[in-house]
Each structure stands twice: as structure tokens, then as C-alpha cells.
């Protein structure tokens, strides 16, 4: 198994406590509304908390996959969210999972800068090629812009 690493931040307008509350706490609720490919995430594990594993129903290619998405830790006073997709029928067959780890600052203008270490563990000796990296860096990043586009829509969120 070899693990590789990508790192990047993502900025957005909303405070940090919002867009927390958003991508953290209530994720399950809030992302099968706005995400067009998820259809459901339901809890199969725990309350939310660290060791929670939420089952995450996907519309890939107009068929049904799901990867389980496993709570790693969740601190609500520094805004760290992390978490691993652990299984799956959605997890790509050369990678055994991938973790990721998130913090969320402040950022220019009562905005928030989302800081993201991920690390996937690859199967034997396969290596993610830059466009692979880049595809998954830019799902995030366009998640992240949907949840912000969300919030400032919707103030009272």
C-alpha cells in the first residue's frame, strides 16, 4: 500500500462558524438537499460524533453507489472536521480509503479559509496521476462553493 498526500485551502464568504455547522454538523441533513449525485446519507453508526459511519448514496453515471464515510474527529470550538471514506462501491478499486483532515480559519472579510490535508492510501504499488489529484481537489473545492452559495442565500441557515 503507498499513501500519497495533497494539500489545499479553499476560501468562502461565509464565517467559520457557519460553513462548520454546514460541512460538519450537519451534513447528512443539508447535503442530500444541494448535492444533485447524493441522494441520501444515513447514519449506519453512532450519533455524529467521532466514530460515527454515515452510508452515502451516490448517483454516478445514472447508477446507485454509496461509500461509508467514517467520523475520525470533530471539534466544534477549532473547526476541525476529519474524516475517511472507508468502503464502498463508489470508492475507485485502487485505493484501499482516503482520509481527510480539515480546519477552518477565518479568512479575509468575515469569510472562511477551509485548509484540507487528504492522504490516500493506494492499493500495491498504484500512484494517483496529477489528474486524478486534481479532479478530487476540484470536487471538494466545488462543494465547498455550493455550501457557501447555499448560506449566503439562505441567511437565516
Excluded: C
Amino acid at each position: 500500500m503507498g499513501v500519497q498526500t495533497q494539500e489545499y485551502a479553499t476560501t468562502a464568504s461565509v464565517s467559520p462558524t457557519r460553513l462548520f455547522k454546514a460541512m460538519s454538523i450537519d451534513f447528512h441533513n443539508l447535503f442530500p438537499k444541494i448535492v444533485e449525485v447524493i441522494k441520501s446519507i444515513e447514519l449506519t453508526e453512532g450519533t455524529g460524533a467521532a466514530g460515527t459511519i454515515k452510508k452515502l448514496s451516490i448517483i454516478e453515471g445514472g447508477e446507485t453507489k454509496y461509500v461509508l464515510h467514517r467520523v475520525d474527529e470533530l471539534d466544534e470550538a477549532k473547526f476541525v472536521y476529519n474524516f475517511s471514506i472507508i468502503g464502498g462501491t463508489g470508492l475507485a478499486d485502487t485505493l484501499e480509503k482516503v482520509s481527510f483532515k480539515s480546519q477552518l480559519v477565518e479568512g479575509p472579510n468575515g469569510g472562511s479559509i477551509r485548509n484540507v490535508h487528504v492522504d490516500y492510501f493506494t492499493k500495491g504499488d498504484y500512484n494517483l496521476s496529477e489528474e486524478e489529484l486534481k479532479a478530487s481537489q476540484a470536487k471538494v473545492e466545488g462543494l465547498v462553493k455550493l455550501v457557501d452559495g447555499y448560506l449566503l442565500a439562505n441567511p437565516d441557515y
